[in-house]
């Protein structure tokens, strides 16, 4: 017994100087030069692969003539993707919120299955030599290895659900791999978190369909995202729900205090939970003082160019106003005139600091603080309003790495934060998925 006492502090003892040997190492070593850095993210964005929880589509960019294999405006196309080393991004079949009646409901369900169509166009026929549709994480890998880009889906608001939960699982067989349960404005399924402007709400937070829809989403495998919903509704989904939920593109409230963003609290719940937070490149949701003194000039703008179009602007109040349709329609033309904006910006001088990369990395360095590097994310929301100075499409994806690198981010971590926890939780809720089948 005494012997093994003697070697138990011994093996302490050089545990504790080799401790101490790597420490001075480390303070010892030099610091990497802007080149070195530059190398080193190179190698780890190439090594990693990097993946984007949230890019919105336009089906007239999925047409023989105008499709994603050329280098389209929009801030998504496949050379986008290979400039930047984009891998894999999940198109968003998102419907605006309309009335809760059957014709709205009908409309939308339309809608969604357009884009359901287009993504599969792209990737059967349009491009197939290019990018393959993903459905679980050993497909991403596999598609990746490939040499191929790798297309996932999401929906953006459950209100194509209508009232038949059967359409659930109708997405899943169409590729859907999440989805959340509202938009900007309550649902049929849960409340919005919209709802904090006037305080009123619809359901309280998850409606008895709602209910429904969430044990539905956990027996076939669909992430639950709780980026839109109220704070109440993801409060009631986490209680309900047998699996992991993600937040596929919100970012900290303590850094930039927007409905749209997660505070402590719901941090703290969504990492009891074992889910991720994706963290999103959106300017008014990453620096409110830099947004709002920014947001002016780009405006006037806007506003120039689409007076050039013959659109009337509108202001936010006015587009929620719009049916479903008209409002297709009007987000048609501002990612026509955002497309503009973004080069015309990029010539001018002497315009207040744009919201950066760094404000983004910001988020993440808070967030993975608070709840740790296993529950963080990235995503863009690109297409939807999404882009910031530095990360404005997909081009210039390598430089949310390049930031990463230079905060001393390692290439574990950058891995987890770009893809690895995204895919771990997918796998979680399929695993939840194929218990529930069997039972």
């Not at 505070?263 to 990492?271: R, V």
């Not at 905060?407 to 695993?431: A, C, F, H, M, P």
Request: hydrophobic share 35%; aromatic share 6%.
């Amino acid at each position: 017994m005494k012997n093994i006492t003697i070697a138990l502090v011994l093996f302490l003892a050089i545990l504790s100087c080799n401790e101490k040997a790597t420490k001075l190492e480390s303070k010892n070593e030099e610091p990497m030069t802007a080149d070195q850095i530059i190398t080193k993210a190179k190698e780890i964005h190439k090594n990693v692969i990097t993946l984007d929880t949230h890019c919105d589509i336009n089906i007239k960019n999925f047409t023989d003539s105008i499709n994603y294999t050329q280098d389209l405006n929009s801030q998504i196309t496949l050379p986008k993707m290979e400039k930047g080393g984009l891998d894999v991004a999940w198109f968003i079949v998102y419907t605006g919120q309309d009335s809760l009646s059957a014709s709205g409901f009908k409309k939308a369900h339309e809608i969604a299955m357009s884009k359901f169509d287009a993504i599969h166009r792209l990737v059967d026929t349009i491009a197939p030599d290019q990018i393959a549709l993903a459905k679980n994480s050993s497909e991403v890998r596999n598609i990746h290895k490939s040499g191929k880009k790798v297309a996932m889906i999401g929906i953006e608001n459950g209100y194509p659900i209508g009232n038949d939960i059967s359409n659930v699982k109708k997405f899943y067989d169409l590729g859907a791999r999440y989805m959340s349960l509202s938009h900007n404005g309550h649902s049929q399924l849960c409340d919005s978190n919209t709802g904090e402007a006037d305080d009123i709400w619809l359901h309280n937070g998850l409606s008895d369909l709602g209910k429904e829809v969430i044990k539905e989403m956990n027996k076939w495998g669909m992430m639950i995202d709780v980026s839109h919903p109220s704070k109440e509704s993801m409060r009631q989904m986490i209680e309900l729900s047998k699996a992991p939920i993600i937040a596929s593109h919100s970012s900290a409230r303590a850094l930039c205090d927007h409905s749209r963003n997660l505070d402590d609290e719901q941090l703290q719940w969504l990492k009891d939970n074992g889910g991720v937070v994706q963290t999103v490149a959106f300017t008014s949701y990453l620096n409110t003082e830099k947004f709002e003194k920014r947001v002016v000039k780009e405006v006037e703008i806007g506003k120039q160019i689409a007076d050039s179009m013959g659109v009337t602007w509108l202001e936010r109040e006015e587009v929620m106003k719009l049916s479903t349709e008209e409002k297709e329609t009007y987000y048609d033309f501002l990612g026509k005139m955002a497309a503009i904006r973004r080069a015309k910006v990029k010539k001018m001088k002497d315009l207040p600091p744009a919201v950066n990369v760094e404000d983004f990395v910001n988020h993440i360095d808070y967030m993975v603080e608070k709840i740790g590097i296993d529950h963080v994310g990235i995503s863009s929301d690109f297409d939807g309003g999404g882009g910031i100075e530095g990360w404005s499409d997909a081009s210039e994806t390598f430089n949310v790495t390049l930031e990463l690198v230079k905060r001393g981010y390692t290439e574990e971590q950058i891995e987890k934060l770009w893809s690895g926890n995204l895919l771990r939780v997918l796998d979680e809720v399929q695993k939840v998925a194929f218990d529930l089948q069997k039972s």
